[in-house]
């Protein structure tokens, strides 16, 4: 059992930067596909950004080139910097990671097993 943790939510205006993480309670980082997802009110849950064990990276194309997905083995922690914000970012966050995501795959959220609690990111204009 993978216990994930998110951090580093907040609100924010319009243009500015956050930094979300995500602790994992083992080491995942070779064996796992580790992703961001987002669900606004309402909505859908979306797959945001996805980091496979080849190194390879995906993005929502609303979010491509503002957001990026990154690991830290030695911490046990992955992370997602989000630039360029907009309010249509506003929604919970949760991170999620899986030894068995089909490669290219990684957004889609039925490929995960373990998820964190969310974390609420809210942008105003």
């Known amino acids: 059992q993978v216990h994930l943790v998110e951090s580093g939510g907040g609100s924010m205006q319009a243009g500015g930067s956050l930094r979300l993480s995500c602790s994992a309670s083992?080491?995942?980082?070779?064996?796992?596909?580790m992703g961001w997802f987002r669900q606004a009110p309402g909505k859908e849950r979306e797959g945001v950004a996805a980091l496979d064990t080849d190194g390879d990276t995906s993005y929502a194309s609303s979010v491509k080139g503002r957001f990026t997905i990154s690991k830290d083995g030695a911490k046990n922690t992955f992370y997602l910097d989000m630039n360029s914000l907009k309010p249509g970012d506003t929604a919970m966050y949760y991170c999620?990671?899986?030894?068995?995501?089909?490669?290219?795959?990684?957004?889609?959220?039925?490929?995960?097993?373990?998820w964190g609690q969310g974390t609420q990111v809210t942008v105003s204009s």
């Open positions: 999620a990671a899986d030894p068995t995501v089909v490669p290219g795959w990684g957004l889609r959220q039925y490929q995960y097993t373990y």
């Open positions: 083992q080491y995942i980082y070779t064996k796992h596909c």
